[in-house]
């Protein structure tokens, strides 16, 4: 037993969820233990964090009455949804990748107040459709009347959390610097051998973190306590744009990198996999930068998180999987 504030971590093997878990187990003298949530329990990634001292407990975010089990006697509870999980056919037939995570963002707003946690931290996004409103955009609408799904579902979210009065902190996310590499963004030789740093930015900044500050964040607001309850802190490590991008990844790489932008309909239309989500995103991103981006104030961040790493820092420690994506 232990007299520590128990803080339950949903998705506690991803990437935010586990950020947070080693955040908590970094701190070993700190008030808060672990409840690491997973659908795996014995997954080699849930077996580690119970090595270190966490309580692994298996959870389906699909499954409410799961939930309230899991949040039972917490302090805390940080909510994590992945609109990327992999589904299968019949899974997307029943229900949309969108109604998926707003189904299991309501769940757990339902088990965490059920369960009276007392401090929830929520990773969420805006939505993006009132910024292209007030803007005078009209990118695509893509199912269910979203222009970015993945953004606006988790925003919709928000309301199920606010009208049960669950004591919340939104936490708004931005671009992982991780996707860079597993979405292949990073630069690429051209026919000439040039290496080119291809985004539909334009000359806009960009807001940018690595996954694992969203969890040391996160860790951040449950130590600053309640007077982040009700607030929105907007996330991201570094500010930058489309040749400032290209300069980091010249100095860490040894060799010039141009910047080439496109356009978001060039994005669109690329013929991959969600690329007309994408594209619907990078618009978002480059035209309300100025709203995006000044909605996530460094220094904010870094008092809640002084670990949080630039993305200069990033890339020196990814070099040699940057490199061999040239």
């Given amino acids: 037993m232990t007299d520590k504030k128990i803080i339950a971590v949903v998705g506690a093997t991803g990437a935010q969820g586990g950020g947070l878990a080693r955040a908590v187990l ?3 003298d700190g008030p808060f233990a672990v409840r690491a949530l997973t659908r ?12 270190r001292g966490a309580e692994v407990v298996a959870v389906d975010l699909d499954d409410e009455a799961s939930l309230r089990a899991a949040f039972e006697g917490a302090y805390g509870a940080f909510v994590v949804t992945d609109y990327r999980a992999q589904l299968t056919p019949a899974q997307l037939a029943a229900r949309s990748r969108a109604r998926r995570e707003r189904d299991q963002a ?21 939505d993006t459709r009132p910024h292209f409103a007030f ?14 799904p993945h953004l606006d579902a988790k925003a919709e979210a928000n309301a199920v959390f606010t009208a049960l009065g669950v004591p919340t902190t939104f936490l708004e996310t ?8 597993h979405a292949g963004l990073s630069p690429h030789h ?28 996160a860790y951040g607001v449950f130590q600053a ?15 930058a744009t489309g040749e400032q991008l290209a300069a980091m990844f010249a100095r860490v790489l040894g060799e010039p990198v141009d910047y080439r932008p496109m356009s978001h309909d060039q994005l669109r239309n690329a013929g991959f996999p969600d690329a007309d989500e994408l594209g619907n995103m990078f618009q978002f991103f480059t035209e309300a ?9 460094l220094e904010v961040v870094r008092a809640l998180n002084p670990r949080l790493r630039t993305l200069e820092d990033w890339l020196i420690a990814h070099r040699e999987q940057l490199a061999a994506a040239l």
């Fill in 190 to 217: 051209d026919a000439d051998g040039r290496a080119t740093l291809t985004l539909p930015m334009g000359d806009s900044v960009m807001a940018l973190v690595a996954a694992e500050d969203i969890g040391r964040t």
């Fill in 174 to 181: 931005s671009f992982f610097y991780e996707m860079f590499i």
């Fill in 289 to 297: 930068s100025a709203t995006y981006v000044g909605n996530r104030d």
């Fill in 225 to 239: 306590g309640p007077r982040y309850i009700g607030r929105t802190v907007g996330l991201a490590g570094t500010h």
């Fill in 40 to 51: 795996d329990p014995g997954s080699a990634r849930a077996k580690e964090l119970a090595a």
């Fill in 135 to 148: 803007l005078g955009s009209e990118p695509p609408t893509i199912g269910e009347g979203y222009k970015v």
């Fill in 106 to 126: 309501g769940n757990a707003a339902r088990a965490a107040h059920a369960a009276g946690v007392s401090h929830v931290v929520w990773s969420t996004l805006e």
């Fill in 26 to 28: 970094d701190d070993w």
